[in-house]
């Protein structure tokens, strides 16, 4: 999902840029001044509270902008995301575009600035005024529009700096140049979206060989609370003497074990593609344990990889690998085995249906041979990045 606030003072052409990106990366396209202007037309309330302060290069106030944005922010049922033009305009309005997309479950990307020189504002403006006889485009209303994106607007490129979200862009040229100088930082900002995918399946259904292969494929960060709590326990750590019991009964460790490793996993700067878990979530709470740790980072899961296969194969592969160097502590007794499967029988399968109603999974047999179903994955992985980068 790509949402864009592009942004710059009156005059900077991104009227014109922001419909040209709208049609290239398929993005819903909202603009507060065209939106402002329609209902002035059709004589709404709405548009006549805003008439005589757009008529003086004023700023709309916040809760009429809210109404207007609320109205339209309904994206196409086809489109890859939402481009606003000329919104947020305020270090308020900024918070308002916050939860407007935190509501629908999205975040903004980055807000991208044309940076044009005054003199050039200014031109651009009155020339606009006598093609197009538009009233807020006079010398007097047009030194009072700059004053007031001076006073009010530039505050917002401060908060979405902190961010990391601010890219300045130089608004100078023909509308070609521009416009490849726009496409090229949204091409960059999309190459650093993470796909973070999770492999599910039950216990011996080849999760780990998968996943491991996977990452190094995609350069990923493979991310296995398995491994983390055996690394806890080699080392003596305080985790791993409170985890290691669980581990030889073949129990789930406890969630706010399984977070305080995760957090520390997750929080560690890594230059990767996005994040591989396997292992976690194994029951629906951790499910949502991991969204809320994800959504910290602004980020989320992207596709989850269900490899199924029938209880008496993976019967056979754990009691195979506990005769291997790979072999862990509850691979070596038979009730065991048994007692992970059932566990993961009562509680996998809501884990799946949490996921599939967000469509997010996608299954694959995992009885086949271990290099073709290590291609299939991969296709689907390979997909999956094509449609967060495009």
């Known amino acids: 999902m790509l949402n864009i606030a592009l942004f710059g003072p009156p005059g900077a052409g991104k009227g014109t840029q922001a419909k040209m990106l709208a049609k290239k990366y398929n993005l819903t396209y909202i603009s507060t001044g065209d939106i402002l202007r329609n209902e002035i037309a059709n004589g709404t309330e709405l548009g006549l509270s805003a008439k005589s302060t757009i008529e003086q290069g004023g700023l709309v106030c916040d809760e009429t902008i809210v109404q207007i944005i609320e109205n339209s922010i309904k994206m196409q049922p086809d489109s890859n995301g939402i481009l606003f033009d000329g919104f947020p305009r305020t270090y308020t309005q900024a918070y308002i575009l916050d939860g407007l997309l935190t509501k629908m479950n999205f975040k903004l990307s980055c807000l991208i600035s044309l940076e044009v020189p005054r003199d050039e504002l200014i031109n651009r403006m009155r020339l606009r005024a006598k093609q197009e006889n538009r009233p807020d485009d006079k010398k007097e209303i047009i030194e009072n529009r700059l004053r007031e994106y001076d006073i009010k607007t530039i505050p917002v490129i401060d908060f979405y700096k902190q961010q990391n979200k601010f890219h300045a862009i130089n608004g100078i040229g023909n509308v070609d140049e521009v416009f490849e100088r726009l496409t090229n930082k949204i091409e960059e900002v999309l190459s650093q979206t993470l796909l973070n995918v999770i492999f599910l399946g039950k216990p011996g259904a080849g999760k780990g060989t998968q996943a491991r292969r996977i990452a190094k494929r995609f350069n990923m960060k493979y991310v296995s609370t398995g491994e983390m709590i055996r690394r806890e326990i080699e080392n003596q750590t305080e985790l791993g003497k409170i985890a290691q019991p669980y ?113 997010k999974i996608v299954s694959f047999n995992g009885n086949q041979d271990e290099d073709d179903l290590f291609e299939e994955i991969s296709e689907t992985i390979e997909k999956a990045f094509k449609e967060i980068r495009k």
């Open 247 to 359: 581990l030889v009964t073949g129990d789930f460790v406890p969630d706010d074990i399984a977070i305080r490793l995760l957090e520390r996993e997750i929080q560690n700067p890594f230059k990767g593609t996005g994040y591989l878990f396997k292992g976690f979530p194994s029951t629906l709470v951790q499910a949502y344990i991991l969204g809320g740790l994800l959504q910290k980072q602004e980020t989320s899961v992207s596709l989850v990889v269900e490899i199924q296969t029938s209880t008496l194969q993976a019967i056979k592969r754990l009691r195979r690998r506990a005769n291997t160097d790979m072999a862990r502590i509850y691979d070596m007794d038979q009730d065991t085995i048994l007692y992970r499967l059932e566990n993961h029988e009562e509680k996998g399968h809501k884990v799946v249906d949490f996921y599939k109603q967000q469509n």
